[in-house]
């Protein structure tokens, strides 16, 4: 595990397309809102459908609310996901050869993410990519050290957001059985006291 402080830079031009092109959404987990942009309406049409672990709640951990959105595969998706909380998160990615370039939620992470947790064999490489953003970003060797950092990382009322940003990776055949996965990890932390 690492953790490391990245140092601030200008943010770039997709970045900045993110932030125009996706509006803010209240999250509220019994229902999310529609809204007016139509990139944030097709999102929330897909979530209402229930497709699996697109900003599902995995339950609440000593007070910190964990969402499951294992079906965010995108950088669109994640930043949409992002977009749709009012306070910052503690963000939980996927760090395998599949993953895209981060840089250009660089904006959308200044305002909505307060910690990087990457799980994977590529975390260095992904900080490498994110060393503009200013902010914690924590190296994780494991899933569920992965998932205990960010119970660290956050604090009672914050949320953690697992919200990948790529395609499941071994030893996931699919998003389903990465979000079954991180659902059985939470559970036994809501189960454990300590």
Known sequence: MKIMKTADRNSNALCAHFKKT????????????????PLISTRIQNLNLQKPYALESAGTVHGIVVINDSASTTLELVASSLLAFEKPVVWMLEANANHPDFTALGEIMREKVKTVIAIGPEADKIHETLWAWNGLFISANSWEEGVDMGLMAAKKDDTLLFSPGCRANEPFRNLRERGEYLNQLIEIKRQTKT
Request: hydrophobic content about 20%; charged content about 30%.
């Open 22 to 37: 996706l509006t803010t959404m209240s999250y509220k987990p019994e229902k999310i809102t529609k809204q007016e942009n």
